[in-house]
């Protein structure tokens, strides 16, 4: 049964800014640490005759390296030839790749004789399923084209499947422990699944669980991955990642296989809010912004709202909150203000604090980006 089926309130969509906020997320985001330095060693030209006054110049063997279908849990390993096709000695400067998905055996600064040759090598581990191309930057002292690019391409094969993909608790009547749910299957034979583990805002009260939901005997597993949430979280928008993690049987052995989730959910109780969570979305530098959203009591009554306060937010913003009628039933939020001029996030809360003796503080979240 999930979170949807077991709430008596209806189920929200997730918004984009709201997935966004995970603190984990899934495919090449991932951290990778720094590649073993490894290269072959530069060969030397051989007796071609060059101009004495020839610039160096970078060429590839094979530019576009295409691996074809790759299962998610299986890495791949290219050797790409790096020729100094000019009549001075080429400097290979950085070898940069533009992923996590993509690590780099090549020992830089290295510098490559006229008409010589070097290697790099580029390990793929895949992140996610599908049509992916990567690229990996190579710089160097080739005047006519310092930046050069190398570009990977794969249709990665999921190991696993779910459903959800990801987990929208909807809104949630704070207080009230709530049961989400996401059905994994395995898509190749072998597979075991051993471990969950939550992070985000919501871990501190999310208990996560797998369940064997056909016969084991079978080869293709079916499990369900519970995740209860217990009656402590606080009022607002809430998040989290959940990694499940396992292993496949292969003919070198087990390797490890994963799935990504977010989580999100909006915790209500005796106050309710159109939104609990304001979406800025994507803003220019300098954009004005003005949001807004409701309050109210759940039963109908007045409520008064107290105060207002930003906390931890990116400057340049201010929360105003106001009746809407007279007898003050229900308040408006307005969050008003100008979008940093620089690049970079935008986000943080308004704390408000009410009459309401079971939700005497409701905080409501904003976030955005700006490019």
């Given at each position: 049964m999930n979170a949807a089926a077991r709430s008596n309130h209806p189920r929200l969509v997730p918004t984009l800014v709201g997935i966004m906020l995970v603190s984990s997320l899934v495919g090449c985001d991932d951290s990778t640490t720094p590649p073993a330095a490894s290269s072959s060693v530069p060969t030397a030209p051989d007796s071609t005759t060059v101009s004495a006054d020839a610039a160096p110049r970078l060429e590839f063997d094979e530019p576009v390296i295409d691996f074809g279908r790759v299962p998610d849990h299986e890495t791949r390993t290219a050797r790409v030839v790096v020729r100094n096709a000019g009549g001075r000695p080429l400097t290979v400067q950085k070898v940069v790749p533009t992923c996590g998905c993509t690590t780099v055996g090549f020992k830089t600064p290295m510098t490559i004789p006229a008409g010589g040759e070097s290697t790099i090598t580029l390990d793929f581990d895949p992140k996610g399923s599908g049509k992916q191309e990567k690229y990996v930057q190579v710089v160097s002292n080739d005047p006519g084209k310092p930046t050069s690019t190398v570009t990977i391409r794969a249709d990665v094969i999921a190991t696993l499947t779910a459903e959800p993909r990801f987990l929208a608790l909807g809104r949630v009547t704070a207080g009230a422990p709530v049961v989400g749910s996401i059905e994994v299957s395995a898509a190749?034979?072998?597979?075991?699944?051993?471990?969950?583990?939550?992070?985000?805002?919501?871990?501190?009260?999310?208990?996560?669980?797998?369940?064997?939901?056909?016969?084991?005997?079978?080869?293709?597993?079916?499990?369900?991955?519970?995740?209860?949430?217990?009656?402590?979280?606080?009022?607002?928008?809430?998040?989290?990642?959940?990694?499940?993690?396992?292993?496949?049987?292969?003919?070198?052995?087990?390797?490890?296989?994963?799935?990504?989730?977010?989580?999100?959910?909006?915790?209500?109780?005796?106050?309710?809010?159109?939104?609990?969570?304001?979406?800025?979305?994507?803003?220019?530098?300098?954009?004005?912004?003005?949001?807004?959203?409701?309050?109210?009591?759940?039963?109908?009554?007045?409520?008064?709202?107290l105060s207002t306060t930003i906390v931890d937010g990116t400057p340049g913003l201010e929360a105003v909150v106001e009746p809407l009628d007279a007898e003050r039933t229900r308040w408006r939020l307005r969050l008003r203000g100008t979008a940093p001029r620089t690049p970079g996030s935008v986000r943080g809360t308004v704390v408000i604090t009410t009459d309401d003796p079971a939700n005497p503080v409701v905080a409501i979240r904003y976030a955005g980006v700006v490019r």
């Open positions: 190749e034979d072998g597979c075991t699944l051993r471990n969950a583990r939550i992070t985000g805002d919501l871990a501190p009260h999310a208990t996560p669980s797998i369940t064997r939901l056909n016969d084991p005997t079978e080869a293709r597993g079916v499990w369900r991955v519970d995740v209860n949430i217990g009656p402590a979280v606080p009022w607002g928008w809430h998040t989290a990642s959940m990694v499940v993690d396992g292993t496949i049987e292969t003919a070198e052995g087990p390797r490890p296989i994963k799935m990504n989730f977010a989580i999100n959910g909006s915790f209500e109780g005796s106050v309710i809010a159109d939104e609990t969570l304001l979406g800025l979305l994507t803003m220019t530098p300098g954009q004005r912004i003005d949001r807004e959203t409701t309050l109210q009591r759940a039963d109908g009554r007045p409520l008064a709202c």
